[in-house]
């Protein structure tokens, strides 16, 4: 038998066998209160499922008028309709304090396909970003993909802030183990502890980028789905140190509650970084032209994205409560959420039949 790839090797020994046993335990036998009431109820992946009856009909809506381009190829960056759309939505949605170009928008299949895109931009073979902990734990894994990048995992504070003392700390100690440190991945509103980086915290990341010479990375998936006191980035990014290392990340999954789509989002103001990936990666990375039509029919209906994005978050801080409240009559300490309800970290272990339940990375 011919052997596989050094690379597949590594990257099989960097996934977590618990994961994905427990997908496929999860895809064999899913959850559905009225066709499979005694199925395994997912705890692990992170999905809004309660806006499909808003999203179905709109997706029929928008799919009924197929066409000739609907059988075509698109360019590999996109679909320049879907960039001039997302453009004007991350504008508006941002509150973005410069004028969002379409050219510098890139389409991929999902975010994590535009995690592996730029950190096989940012970086070569065996260099090293920072990764604040905890955190989503297959970041480590798409990061690594194609590039061999590798985390340095960096303890958030006590309170799950931003500490640039523990970044400088692991940089240096790295640095003087002869690594080579590229980047840091930056996930706000935070996932797992659902906890908004603040507009300061996240400037003084970024200044100690600009000394270090590094990329930063900020993925605001989570953007739109949040009912905290947040700042997009997007809105300050005239205050960015270094704007030609900052790159943004945003997709569909969370705030429009379609994770099928896989439909990820990649943004900068370097032009170099957003030609070199929408030239090369982009290739193998394209959404199908079925989706981003779609996606670009939505966007273009600005009064429904706004209802629905409303009644969205709605429903969040109303199903927040229902959760936060079942937790404090048990005496269930949590973690407060200030952005989200996607997440919660619990101090206890509670034992339910079919729950499947992966928190993340943890230094």
């Known amino acids: 038998m011919a052997d596989l790839s050094k690379r597949i090797t590594r990257q099989v020994g960097l996934f977590n066998p618990t994961i994905q046993e427990g997908l496929d335990i999860l895809f064999e036998d899913p959850y559905d209160h009225k066709s499979n009431p005694n199925g395994i109820v997912n705890f692990k992946i992170c999905e809004n499922k309660m806006m499909s009856d808003l999203m179905i009909p709109k997706l029929q809506e928008v799919t009924l008028d197929l066409g000739d381009a609907e059988l075509q190829y698109t360019a590999p960056q996109g679909f320049f309709g879907l960039r001039k759309e997302v453009a004007s939505f991350l504008q508006e949605k941002s509150r973005a304090d410069h004028n969002i170009l379409p050219e510098r928008v890139l389409i991929l299949n999902a975010c994590c396909s535009v995690m592996s895109a730029v950190a096989f931009a940012i970086g070569d073979e065996g260099d090293s970003y920072l990764l604040p902990v905890p955190c989503y734990d297959m970041i480590a894994s798409f990061m690594n993909t194609y590039s061999g990048l590798r985390s340095i995992l960096v303890d958030l504070d006590d309170d799950f802030s931003l500490s640039v003392d523990n970044?400088?700390?692991?940089?240096?100690?790295?640095?003087?183990?002869?690594?080579?440190?590229?980047?840091?991945?930056?996930?706000?509103?935070?996932?797992?502890?659902?906890?908004?980086?603040?507009?300061?915290?996240?400037?003084?990341?970024?200044?100690?980028?600009?000394?270090?010479?590094?990329?930063?990375?900020?993925?605001?998936?989570?953007?739109?789905?949040?009912?905290?006191?947040f700042a997009s980035s997007l809105s300050y990014s005239n205050e960015w140190p270094d704007p030609a290392n900052v790159h943004y990340i945003w997709g569909f999954s969370k705030d429009f509650a379609y994770s099928g789509a896989r439909c990820g989002i990649f943004y900068s103001k370097n032009d170099r970084i957003v030609k070199a990936i929408g030239s090369t990666v982009n290739f193998v990375h394209t959404v199908s032209v079925t989706t981003q039509l779609s996606l670009y029919r939505i966007l273009k209906d600005k009064e429904w994205v706004n209802n629905f994005l409303s009644e969205s978050v709605r429903r969040l801080q109303k199903h927040c409560k229902m959760l936060t409240d079942i937790l404090d009559k048990y005496s269930v300490c949590y973690i407060k959420p200030q952005g989200c309800i996607q997440y919660r970290m619990v101090d206890k272990i509670i034992e339910i039949k079919n729950i499947i339940y992966v928190v993340g990375i943890c230094k």
Request: charged share 30%.
């Open 167 to 229: 970044l400088m700390k692991e940089y240096d100690i790295a640095v003087g183990a002869g690594k080579k440190v590229r980047g840091i991945m930056l996930v706000n509103p935070d996932n797992p502890s659902a906890k908004i980086h603040s507009k300061s915290s996240i400037l003084e990341v970024m200044e100690f980028a600009k000394e270090r010479k590094l990329h930063v990375i900020v993925d605001e998936i989570y953007l739109c789905s949040v009912f905290g006191d």
